[in-house]
């Protein structure tokens, strides 16, 4: 939540993106934050209940993604960093932060420090090599990112994943104009402020900004599937990397 009037955010921008820092400080950088936010009740009440479904989605797809490395872009609060680290092992998983404090947090949930290979990155520009990661997984991380974010932190997923390699997205579905809670204007009102960017990710297409931001890389997407939660409220997609056009 932004607060003009303390500016408390320009204590936490060592390193850290001013966007991240000013509207989240709060929840992700602030140690008593992160202490408050990373237990399973918390995260499954800010999901609307949601949490293990939508992780046992996420965990289902990732079952028949290609083998190889995979990337967690950006950290998680519950459990799904360790779920992950079962499902890729004797394999590490990968994970990239912008954050310290979140990288130690997700650290502290390995069952040994080889299981979990750690990188202090932006994700808007991974100093990872074109096509490293067979599968990325964005769980619950575009929505928080201004347009521009979004737009670096696509193209970034379709240069390191390859033809033939997955991108995992779990998040709010399209704009709900028919769910309960967005017709209910406190619910709305009360989302929309703590989470300042989601009213423009609810309008985005992402198949075809994927398709867009590929170009580049001459590659594009397909949609292998595309799990509606919540009465299409939340979605679980998996969309495939395939050669585009340039």
């Known amino acids: 939540m932004k607060l ?3 500016n408390l955010y320009r204590h936490f921008l060592d390193g850290i993106p001013v966007y991240l820092a000013r509207h989240y400080w709060w929840a992700y950088l602030w140690s008593g934050g992160v202490w408050l936010f990373d237990h399973q009740p918390i995260i499954n009440a800010i999901l609307f209940g949601q949490y293990r479904k939508l992780m046992r989605a996420t965990m289902a797809r990732l079952q028949t993604a290609p083998d190889g490395n995979i990337l967690q872009l950006t950290c998680v609060y519950g459990e799904l960093t ?3 680290i079962d499902v890729v092992s004797p394999t590490p998983l990968h994970i990239a932060d912008a954050a310290l404090v979140q990288l130690n947090l997700a650290k502290s949930k390995a069952p040994e420090e080889s299981a979990l290979l750690a990188a202090r990155m932006n994700a ?4 990872y090599r074109d096509d490293s ?3 990325v997984v964005l769980f619950f991380l575009l929505h928080e990112l201004p347009p521009e974010a979004r737009m670096k932190v696509l193209t ?4 390191v994943i390859p033809v033939g390699g997955t991108l995992l997205v779990t ?3 399209p704009l709900p104009t028919r769910h309960l809670l967005y017709r209910f204007v406190p619910i709305r009102w009360l989302t929309t402020t703590l989470e300042p960017f989601l009213g423009s990710f609810w309008k985005d297409d992402l198949p075809s900004q994927l398709n867009e931001y590929g170009q580049t890389y001459t590659k594009g997407v397909l949609t292998v599937s595309d799990e509606r939660i919540f009465s299409d409220f939340y979605r679980v997609t998996e969309f495939k990397v395939v050669p585009g056009g340039s």
């Open 133 to 135: 990661f067979s599968t």
């Open 156 to 159: 970034e997923c379709m240069r």
């Open 4 to 6: 003009p009037s303390l």
């Open 82 to 84: 360790p779920k992950l």
């Open 124 to 127: 808007e520009h991974l100093a």
């Open 171 to 173: 998040e709010y579905a």
